[in-house]
């Protein structure tokens, strides 16, 4: 017995396998210099490590921020040249 892979049941439709074999000979003729790819990741102050060192048989005990948290979003453009547009939402 093999693991499956799953994909959308979509991908098999004639007129979608159509347009991704139209993308995929355009592909060739495309200048990596014009293309640019957005990313987007966030960090959040909830974040607090569950772990940490101490003498044996001590508790460790440690401060974190606790009901105010906030999350920021950061959404940038990456080009063959590097990063371009950063933006902190």
Not at 13 to 42: A, S, Y
Request: overall charge positive; hydrophobic content about 40%.
């Amino acid at each position: 017995m093999e693991k499956k892979t799953a994909h959308a049941a979509e991908q098999d439709r004639p007129d979608i396998l159509t347009r991704r074999q139209d993308w995929f000979d355009v592909q060739p003729d495309l200048d990596p210099k014009r293309l640019v790819f957005i990313d987007e990741t966030w960090a959040s102050t909830n974040m607090a490590r569950r772990y940490g060192r101490c003498l044996r048989g001590q508790r460790l005990r440690s401060a974190v921020p606790h009901g105010h948290w906030k999350t920021t979003t950061f959404v940038a453009g990456l080009q063959l040249t590097g990063i371009v547009a950063p933006m902190v939402l």
